[in-house]
T-cell receptor, first 110, second 116 residues
Framework: QKEVEQNSGPLSVPEGAIASLNCTYSDRGSQSFFWYRQYSGKSPELIMF????GDKEDGRFTAQLNKASQYVSLLIRDSQPSDSATYLC??????????FGTGTRLLVSP | NAGVMQNPRHLVRRRGQEARLRCSPM?????VYWYRQLPEEGLKFMVYLQKENIIDESGMPKERFSAEFPKEGPSILRIQQVVRGDSAAYFCASSPLRDRIYNEQFFGPGTRLTVL
């Protein structure tokens, strides 16, 4: 079982729709969770982090965490073509290193 | 406010040569992490360093790879006797490490290593 799992996609949504990206993790002791966006050929860019169960909103982005289900998600409202990228879920189990999923490719069509 | 800086951005080496990758953390950050991203694969942790200390090198290959973060100057990831399988993007990240849980890591632009 992979430590952090994501559907590779691509996830295709029309412009203006809500994109929902999901991630599950295996280490029940994981304590902090991160979403990075990576455009092709570029470096990962931190867009959201969440530490407590529930929702955290920042602009068009909402991160959701359910530690009991070992599940974290990212919602992107009013999706734009510029949101088209690979979204990486990363988990920190308290030992500082981040464990990454392989990413979900999001395509937002005009 | 300068971000994480890495150089060179692109590096070409022939098999058997040495590759030296440099990383300067963001201002105010004293913790550096190196990750490797192979083509079509996810980011893999390699090593975590503080000034003059290697904290966790559990992701480093046992041979040919080494890392340092001296008191003065950038962190360096060194790959000796490179092989084609070392071709990848190497990313450095830094964090302020407010505590062991709240540890947002910010990535540099990466060094893309190509081994001929």
């Amino acid at each position: 079982q992979k430590e952090v799992e994501q559907n590779s996609g691509p996830l295709s949504v029309p412009e203006g729709a809500i994109a929902s990206l999901n991630c599950t993790y295996s280490d029940r002791g994981s304590q902090s969770f991160f979403w990075y966006r990576q455009y092709s050929g570029k470096s990962p860019e931190l867009i959201m982090f969440i530490y407590s169960n529930g929702d955290k909103e920042d602009g068009r982005f909402t991160a959701q965490l359910n530690k009991a289900s070992q599940y974290v998600s990212l919602l992107i409202r009013d999706s734009q073509p510029s949101d088209s990228a690979t979204y990486l879920c990363a988990v920190n189990s308290g030992f500082q290193k981040l464990v990454f999923g392989t990413g979900t490719r999001l395509l937002v069509s005009p | 406010n300068a971000g994480v800086m890495q150089n060179p951005r692109h590096l070409v080496r022939r098999r058997g040569q040495e590759a030296r990758l440099r990383c300067s953390p963001m201002k105010g950050h004293s913790h550096v992490y190196w990750y490797r991203q192979l083509p079509e694969e996810g980011l893999k942790f390699m090593v975590y360093l503080q000034k003059e200390n290697i904290i966790d090198e559990s992701g480093m290959p046992k041979e040919r790879f080494s890392a340092e973060f001296p008191k003065e100057g950038p962190s360096i990831l060194r790959i000796q006797q490179v092989v084609r399988g070392d071709s990848a993007a190497y990313f450095c990240a830094s964090s302020p490490l407010r505590d062991r849980i709240y540890n947002e890591q910010f990535f540099g632009p990466g060094t893309r290593l190509t081994v001929l």
